[in-house]
């Protein structure tokens, strides 16, 4: 079955420390996404890809870095520079950039603070 | 203000009646209007896609666009428990913007 798979789907954070999440996808798409949800606040894009090796910043990008070095793989590391860490992680990705084909999304990862 | 706006309920319905979902959006330059079902500690699923102005149907489920009001509509007959979810009003230009979510609980 083709999907996005996310891991962990829990993670905590230690004061000072950078984590990775992990997302990658079976679907061949060529773009991926990385979302940030918030309860009362939606969806906010943190970085999205359309390519491989090449990679925008989103709405909320500071604190955040990513990586596309593989189509299927898209990781995200959230750093220490980012404050309020704690939040629901969504990747997602689709056909092609911008408009035409729907994003879809996996599990998620819910990364909390000790 | 942000550009997609939508209710967040809770809208809680019996079992068999229709739900009615609404969101609006202020950018006149959105071209396609989503809507996802996103269930408890779950990402958003795709419920429909739809380009422009009109209406679609699938199964129980009819999506509704009217650029002139800048309205976006959703709505699913024959409720069921299972339908109790949150659901995500998304609109398009480039760039996708999502509504906040308006959680729903259908009641047996």
């Known amino acids: 079955d083709g999907g996005i798979t996310q891991s962990p789907k829990y993670l905590f954070r230690k004061e000072g420390q950078n984590v990775t999440l992990s997302c990658e996808q079976n679907?061949?798409?060529?773009?991926m996404y990385w979302y940030r949800q918030d309860p009362g606040q939606g969806l906010r894009l943190i970085y999205y890809?359309?390519?491989?090796?090449?990679?925008q910043k989103g709405d909320i990008a500071e604190g955040y870095s990513v990586s596309r070095e593989k189509k299927e793989s898209f990781p995200l590391t959230v750093t220490s520079a980012q404050k309020n860490p704690t939040a629901f992680y969504l990747c997602?990705?689709?056909?092609?950039?911008?408009?035409?084909?729907?994003?879809?999304f996996g599990d998620g990862t819910r990364l909390s603070i000790l | 203000q942000k550009e997609v706006e939508q209710d967040p309920g809770p809208l809680s319905v019996p079992e068999g009646a229709i739900v009615s979902l609404n969101c609006t959006y202020s950018n006149s330059a959105f071209q396609y209007f989503m809507w996802y079902r996103q269930y408890s500690r779950k990402g958003p699923e795709l419920l429909m896609y739809t380009y422009s102005s009109g209406n679609k149907e699938d199964g129980r489920f009819t999506a509704q666009v009217d650029k002139s009001s800048k309205y976006i509509s959703l709505f699913i007959r024959d409720s069921q428990p299972s339908d109790s979810a949150t659901y995500l009003c998304a609109a398009s230009w480039g760039k996708l913007q999502f509504g906040a979510g308006t959680q729903v609980v259908v009641t047996p």
């Open positions: 997602a990705s689709s056909a092609t950039g911008g408009d035409v084909q729907p994003q879809h």
């Open positions: 890809s359309q390519i491989v090796n090449d990679f």
């Open positions: 679907l061949n798409h060529d773009a």
